[in-house]
């Protein structure tokens, strides 16, 4: 399957048990350092008034933007009318809608997060221009996303091959570029703790891929690398 199949990436989402499966093996760096945590700084360091989340999925950073930016107005948007659910339920204002489509006015936001999404929009450049509208002129866009070789030697032992993306460590800067005048980047190398060897394959079968897996089968828990960027663009 593709990515970027807007029927495939619904029924992916269409509920929370593939993502809240893929979410729950993932570990900060040696140093302690967390993909999301790290967002969370950027966007509060812009001390913005209006923020908004694309593709939010269940919620759990836009629930951490209403805690950390508690005078500020958090929204929070999702193709997934289940991941909105969830989301309002944490308390926090939000809408199904497309990514590429934006029901908000231009210059609407001081910052937009989109974390871990932005590989998924069928147009990607489409994506990027809409949250640049709605931004203000000095607003920023955070976004995080996985590199190439993220999970690779799972993958790789697993008979396929690491996944490549239309929005990754190494491509997104370039992309980002055409939309936003500055682009800094902090990279992350996290790491995935399975269980045990049924822990590793019920995680690749909840990632959206053709690949038949076929993972060798291991004693007691493994550890694997995975490589993350957050980017800052404004
Ligand atoms: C990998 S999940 C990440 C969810 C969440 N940001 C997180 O970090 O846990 C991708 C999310 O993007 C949403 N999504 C994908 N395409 C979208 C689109 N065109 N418009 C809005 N949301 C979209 C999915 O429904 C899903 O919730």
Redesign the pocket.
């Known amino acids: 399957m593709s990515m970027t199949d807007?029927d495939h990436?619904?029924e992916?989402?269409r509920t929370e048990v593939h993502?809240e499966v893929?979410?729950s093996v993932w570990h900060p760096t040696r140093e302690g350092r967390d993909p999301?945590t790290e967002a969370l700084a950027a966007v509060v360091a812009a001390a913005p008034r209006r923020v908004l989340?694309?593709?939010?999925?269940?919620?759990?950073?836009a629930g951490r933007l209403a805690n950390a930016l508690p005078d500020a107005e958090v929204v929070a948007?999702?193709?997934?009318a289940r991941?909105v659910e969830l989301t309002a339920s944490r308390g926090v204002e939000a809408r199904?809608?497309?990514?590429?489509d934006l029901p908000f006015a231009d210059d609407a936001f001081d910052a937009v997060?989109?974390?871990?999404?932005l590989?998924?929009?069928?147009d990607l450049h489409r994506?990027l221009a809409e949250a640049r509208r709605v931004l203000r002129p000095d607003g920023i866009l955070v976004a995080?996303t996985n590199g190439d070789d993220h999970l690779g030697d799972l993958r790789r032992e697993a008979g396929g091959a690491p996944l490549h993306t239309q929005f990754s460590s190494e491509n997104g800067e370039a992309a980002l570029r055409e939309h936003f005048d500055v682009v800094t980047r902090d990279d992350l190398s996290t790491r995935a703790f399975f269980a045990d060897h049924n822990a590793a394959v019920a995680y690749l079968a909840s990632w959206p891929d053709d690949v038949t897996w076929s993972l060798p089968p291991f004693e007691g828990p493994r550890e694997y690398a995975g490589h993350v960027t957050v980017f800052v663009a404004r």
């Not at 948007?77 to 997934?80: I, R």
């Not at 199904?96 to 590429?100: E, N, T």
């Not at 997060?113 to 999404?117: E, S, Y």
């Open positions: 807007r990436v619904h992916q989402y993502l893929r979410q999301a989340e694309i593709g939010c999925g269940t919620g759990a950073f948007v999702d193709q997934s991941l199904v809608a497309d990514a590429l997060a989109a974390m871990w999404m590989y998924h929009l069928p994506g995080v």
